[in-house]
């Protein structure tokens, strides 16, 4: 280990000769650890380092220091580390998660003199709180941002790149990767050996007629939960059925919205249609 | 970390250990095992019931050599000692 000056340390720290011999005594190692910009900085923002055991906070990396202060005052909580520089060392994502479901289930965080409950900054204590509440046990953090059930909170001064939560993780990430895929190249042919089958299955229907709302296209849709874009699909194909009386003109533009669909990578399976008895459809939309 | 099982502790309790500390006392930790573990079970052994509390909060100071760490608690009377630890664990601050 590089030698470090450990009384360059202690006479920034302004300890008085008791509290300087029990800090070697005691906390040599953490003393070669400490680092001076990180006392400046906090010493800054009105933080002090007043006892030995506290000198772990400062063999933090400035710059995670810097980050959970700016986490902390934009949520107006920048007391609790003037109150207690140790709580530096703690993962201030917890402490808000707890704070967030104080807010939100009007548990007193701090006590009469305005300091702030223990049970913020200790597990076992937090445990103890959610058990006399009811509650299963504190998943630790960092967890996935589904498990969070508090107040939400928009850090809106706070720094884009700060990771304040974790991002919620997309209902269908795949559906981003389906998206992203390369579109399955389908023959330009109404006709073709793959689409004929499905499309064969849609002579039952009569799909001009206004006032069967149950398409073949509307179920399928319904069966997948239709998303966003589908929908567009949809809405684009009631004004083609309403536009056109013309059996083959809306035979064309199913056949663009099945390979609209097919690109989505949607992998429909449109055979259970092949029956078109338009009371079968019925029966089978009642049933839902 | 998992050395600290052997002397009671749990996996979730060396989880938050871990979630909640600097990373450089840590990896000084996981440097020194066999001090560490010696400075725990002598504090074990001395009949110190919330040695498990003390090491959670003053971790760094188990980093001390072992006849230093022996030397501070065998300043006093050993249950006198035991009690004022169980009541407040801060008293370790003042020995």
């Given at each position: 280990m590089e030698f470090v000056d450990i009384n360059k340390t202690l006479d920034r720290l302004n300890f008085n000769e008791e509290e300087r011999k029990r800090t070697i005594e005691k906390f040599y190692v953490t003393l070669q650890h400490v680092d001076l910009e990180v006392l400046d900085y906090i010493t800054n923002k009105g933080v002090d380092i007043k006892r030995g055991h506290e000198l772990k906070a400062l063999t933090m990396p400035l710059s995670d220091i810097k980050k959970d202060f700016d986490f902390i005052e934009a949520i107006h909580e920048a007391g609790l580390y003037v109150e207690k520089p140790l709580r530096l060392c703690l993962n201030p994502v917890d402490i808000y998660k707890r704070i967030g479901y104080c807010n939100a289930n009007g548990i007193q965080y701090k006590d009469e003199n305005g300091k702030y409950e223990l049970f913020l900054f200790n597990r076992n204590l937090w445990q103890e709180v959610l058990k006399n509440r009811g509650l299963g046990e504190e998943v630790s953090s960092p967890t996935p941002a589904e498990d969070f059930n508090l107040e939400p909170f928009v850090p809106s001064d706070l720094p884009k790149e700060e990771p304040v939560l974790e991002e919620v993780a997309p209902s269908s990430e795949s559906h981003e990767e389906e998206v992203k895929e390369e579109p399955k190249v389908i023959e330009?042919?109404?006709?073709s050996p793959d689409v004929v089958p499905e499309i064969d299955g849609l002579k039952e229907i009569n799909i001009g007629d206004a006032h069967h709302d149950n398409t073949l296209l509307d179920h399928s849709l319904t069966d997948i939960g239709a998303e966003p874009t589908v929908d567009e699909v949809m809405n684009e194909y009631s004004k083609v059925e309403a536009a056109t009386t013309d059996f083959q003109s809306i035979r064309a533009d199913l056949e663009k919205q099945l390979n609209a669909l097919n690109d989505l990578g949607h992998d429909i399976?449109?055979?259970?249609?092949?029956?078109?008895?338009p009371s079968v459809y019925e029966a089978e939309s009642r049933g839902r | 970390m998992k050395f600290l099982e052997k002397y009671g502790f749990n996996k979730d309790d060396i989880a938050d250990f871990l979630n909640n500390s600097p990373k450089k006392l840590i990896d000084e930790i996981k440097k020194s095992k066999k001090l560490v573990g010696e400075n725990i079970n002598y504090l074990k052994e001395l009949g110190v019931t919330n040695y498990q509390e003390i090491f959670l909060e003053y971790y760094d100071m188990f980093l001390m050599d072992h006849s230093n760490f022996v030397n501070i608690f065998a300043k006093y009377e050993p249950q006198d000692l035991i009690e004022k630890l169980n009541k407040n664990i801060r008293v370790i601050e003042y020995l």
């Amino acid at each position: 280990m590089e030698f470090v000056d450990i009384n360059k340390t202690l006479d920034r720290l302004n300890f008085n000769e008791e509290e300087r011999k029990r800090t070697i005594e005691k906390f040599y190692v953490t003393l070669q650890h400490v680092d001076l910009e990180v006392l400046d900085y906090i010493t800054n923002k009105g933080v002090d380092i007043k006892r030995g055991h506290e000198l772990k906070a400062l063999t933090m990396p400035l710059s995670d220091i810097k980050k959970d202060f700016d986490f902390i005052e934009a949520i107006h909580e920048a007391g609790l580390y003037v109150e207690k520089p140790l709580r530096l060392c703690l993962n201030p994502v917890d402490i808000y998660k707890r704070i967030g479901y104080c807010n939100a289930n009007g548990i007193q965080y701090k006590d009469e003199n305005g300091k702030y409950e223990l049970f913020l900054f200790n597990r076992n204590l937090w445990q103890e709180v959610l058990k006399n509440r009811g509650l299963g046990e504190e998943v630790s953090s960092p967890t996935p941002a589904e498990d969070f059930n508090l107040e939400p909170f928009v850090p809106s001064d706070l720094p884009k790149e700060e990771p304040v939560l974790e991002e919620v993780a997309p209902s269908s990430e795949s559906h981003e990767e389906e998206v992203k895929e390369e579109p399955k190249v389908i023959e330009n042919d109404l006709y073709s050996p793959d689409v004929v089958p499905e499309i064969d299955g849609l002579k039952e229907i009569n799909i001009g007629d206004a006032h069967h709302d149950n398409t073949l296209l509307d179920h399928s849709l319904t069966d997948i939960g239709a998303e966003p874009t589908v929908d567009e699909v949809m809405n684009e194909y009631s004004k083609v059925e309403a536009a056109t009386t013309d059996f083959q003109s809306i035979r064309a533009d199913l056949e663009k919205q099945l390979n609209a669909l097919n690109d989505l990578g949607h992998d429909i399976d449109f055979s259970k249609y092949d029956d078109m008895n338009p009371s079968v459809y019925e029966a089978e939309s009642r049933g839902r | 970390m998992k050395f600290l099982e052997k002397y009671g502790f749990n996996k979730d309790d060396i989880a938050d250990f871990l979630n909640n500390s600097p990373k450089k006392l840590i990896d000084e930790i996981k440097k020194s095992k066999k001090l560490v573990g010696e400075n725990i079970n002598y504090l074990k052994e001395l009949g110190v019931t919330n040695y498990q509390e003390i090491f959670l909060e003053y971790y760094d100071m188990f980093l001390m050599d072992h006849s230093n760490f022996v030397n501070i608690f065998a300043k006093y009377e050993p249950q006198d000692l035991i009690e004022k630890l169980n009541k407040n664990i801060r008293v370790i601050e003042y020995l």
